[in-house]
Each structure stands twice: as C-alpha cells, then as structure tokens.
C-alpha cells in the first residue's frame, strides 16, 4: 500500500510541476495555448514522476540485494 501511495503522490508532484511549466509556455503564445501546454505538461509531468518511482524502488531493491550479499560474504 505504502508503495502505491508513493507511486501516486510522486505522479501527482511531477504532473503539476509539469502542467505549471506547460501553462507558462503555452501562456508566451495565448490563453489557449496556455490550456493546451498546461495539460500536455501535465501528462509528460505524470509520466515522468510515474518511472522516477519504478526507477528509485529499482535502486532500493538492488542497495537492499547487495547489503545482504556482503553480510554473507563477511561471515565466510
């Protein structure tokens, strides 16, 4: 469940901070740009965050493998 959590606020983080810059850009061009590039900045904000987590809990996992494998070794 913790993960899931995780996994959603992180998707919800990037997915603002993305519309945000979207909505800025889009808003040099005109008001309907601004709505187009919020909600395309968004979607690739959602994204981002979604495989930024996939990735860190890969890393977590492999730190995790490699702490218990040189327990193993230091007690041979």
Do not use: C, P, W
């Not at 519309?19 to 889009?26: E, K």
């Not at 590039?37 to 979604?50: D, F, H, R, W």
């Not at 977590?60 to 490699?66: A, G, I, S």
């Amino acid at each position: 469940m913790q993960k899931r959590i995780k996994r959603v606020l992180s998707r919800a983080r990037y997915a603002a901070m993305g519309a945000a810059v979207g909505a800025g850009i889009g808003g040099l061009v005109g008001r309907n740009a601004a709505s187009t590039g919020g909600a395309l900045g968004a979607i690739v904000g959602a994204t981002i965050g979604e495989k930024r987590v996939t990735v860190d809990s890969f890393i977590d996992d492999v730190k995790e493998k490699r702490a218990e494998r040189d327990e193993l070794v230091a007690e041979e």
